[in-house]
């Protein structure tokens, strides 16, 4: 954000990666009006995930990556309240301990000379073949960011890839109570 | 079902239902099955506008005037596109209006048909919420929460796009009481949420030595009953208050208490106080930048209480010490009752000094201005208008520049409701159009569009409506041939190359009200500026009363833009310092 005079003094803490949840009715232009927000007033949204999670209750579950200062994203929060089809949003780093993952799926260029490796390094990641009617070489990977991102750092080293990732979701980690 | 009525009907009749007596629109082929049951019926009147961004402030007038909802109807397309302005107005100045836009037949959607646009997507962050209805057995419950949604919380537009089809098509009514809205969708504010914050305020402004009331356009929206406690409370306190450009009229501009409008081009004396003061409460406003000044100065040494329905404009500028967040009427009356219970009473010596000391700030009298020679003054037209209007029923609408200031400084309002101005997006063109809303809501009433000579030519095709309509709007343009705030500030800031800010070739604004069979007036000098006025007032038809004024008056005192609170600049003599000018510059 550019520096001005209007700038609010106070903003002095860090810039940090947040993750959000945003619980949402699913009706027509709903995410339009979440990803809107976030162009419109100038905030990143780093990923963004989006499925509908209880059927009967029509309700989808909207996970954004973002990061900015906690004044900013504390204003992202209230922004995303103003939408009228959100239910709730939650901070996760704000919740304590969350939980996250990300799939990646990763077509991967075999030959003679690296098979053995790509093959170690997929078995050491548990990166899993998925079996398709062509017989080509694409592995799912799942598991946190930051070990897509080693993955994928490794692979690169042996072979081309082409790769196509989910962007985490996340889930809060807090125990609930279970006996409902 | 024989229950089954068309979708256009299912419009007229949620409308009839949600109390709607006036309807401000234009026709066109998308919305032609719902103008013809407009027809058929007696209960809702429309008001045909002749473009539909007038439809949309007339609307906005005649919501901020009445305190209902304004309701728009136009066509797909152009029609839509044509009111976002409006739309977006509406959501900055926080107005209930719900518009209803036509659309192609859904069939047709996405083949980029005549006059079809992806309206929902356009207005999408211009309202509050939108919808495109699909089936015509939901246009009801829709128009229910439309209505809702309008109303409740921190009010703003609210769009229903139909298609054709769906106007056509035949389905069920269901009644306003038999929708359930999920409370997700509202905004509940819960009496008792806020209990603590609230008893900490009031404690804190027992406290004060030097305290301040920030007024905003929040208790407006409130309902009378709100501006009724806020000045009840403020004078148990016995503060000083100061007005937002919206919340003017909250309290009295004769009440002792008051010190008039702060900010950009507010009174001295209250940005004096909003600086120096040490504990600051403000009630439905949000902070907005032609108000803060340079916020790394604004108010240093104050503790902030902020009572605002909206928890978005908490901290999202200046970082408080108090939020509270609710309706104002409840939380004032809350505070009123603890104050009350606590039996609470400010330190009379310190309050004494801290008046002692604004009234100080009020001798610099800083609306003083060089009333000489029968050139009339802006300023002194202004004046001339609210001495010979005080004592009768008056609605002021204003466009946007200098004349909107100058009537903020100079006409005193007594009552919340009675001003209509665009604040937030500060829109020209808005006052005609939103004094015929005014006039439609109040027909016996007085309603004076304050314009300037470039701003009444954005919307002045609203002559034929205002004529057709029989309604007697006055429109006082204050002329002087130039976009006077644009010039004004290349005056300051651009070495005084005024770029494009003449207004050349303006038409005789006499023969102009006169070729709609309206009346023209013309005041040249300050001999006939009473004349004029006066014919104006008795005149029951719409007028135009074209004033010439002195053609480079400034607007002050003003705080330039990169500047304090404390930092007014009272007249051109006076230099903003370089550094804050250089910065200043690059803002609005």
Redesign the interface.
Known sequence: MNK???????QVSETKRHILTVLV?NE??VL??VI??FS?RGYNIDSLNVAEVSNDENISRITIVTHGTS?VV??IE??L??I?????VTNLDQEGSSVEAEVALIYIYISETNKKKVYQLCDLYRARKIENENNTTIFEIAGASERVNRFIKEINEITKVEIVRSGPVAISSIKKNEEE | MNNEITGAEIVLKSLAEQGVEVVFGYPGGAVLPIYDTLFKQNSIKHVLVRQEGGAIHAAEGYARSTGKTGVVLVTSGPGATNVVTGLTDAMMDSVPIVCITGQVPQHLIGSDAFQECDTTGITRPCTKHNYLVKDVNKLSSVFHEAFTIAQNGRPGPVLIDIPKDVQFASGTYEEKNKIIIPSHRLFEPSPDFEKNKIEEAVELISKAKKPIFYIGGGCINSGPKASKLVREFINMVGSPVTMTLMGLGVVGSSDKNSLGMLGMHGMYEANMAMHECDVMINIGARFDDRVTGRLDAFSPNSKKIHIDIDESNINKTINVDVPIIGDVKQVVEKMILIWKDKKYKIHTDSLKLWWDKINKWKEVDCLNYNNEGKQIKPQYAVQRLYELTKNTKTFITTEVGQHQMWAAQFYKFEEPNRWLTSGGLGTMGYGFPAAIGAQVGHPDALVVDIAGDASILMNIQEMSTAVQYRLPVKIFILNNEYMGMVRQWQELLHGGRYSESYTDSLPDFVKLAESYKAVGLRAKTTDDLDNVINQMIETKNTVIADIWVTKEENCFPMIQSGSAHNEMMLSKDQKQDKKSAEKGKILV
């Open positions: 001005s005079v209007y700038a609010s003094p106070d009715d027509p232009g339009a009006r809107g927000m419109g004044e504390s204003q209230k922004q309240l103003r009228v089809p959100v239910h709730s």
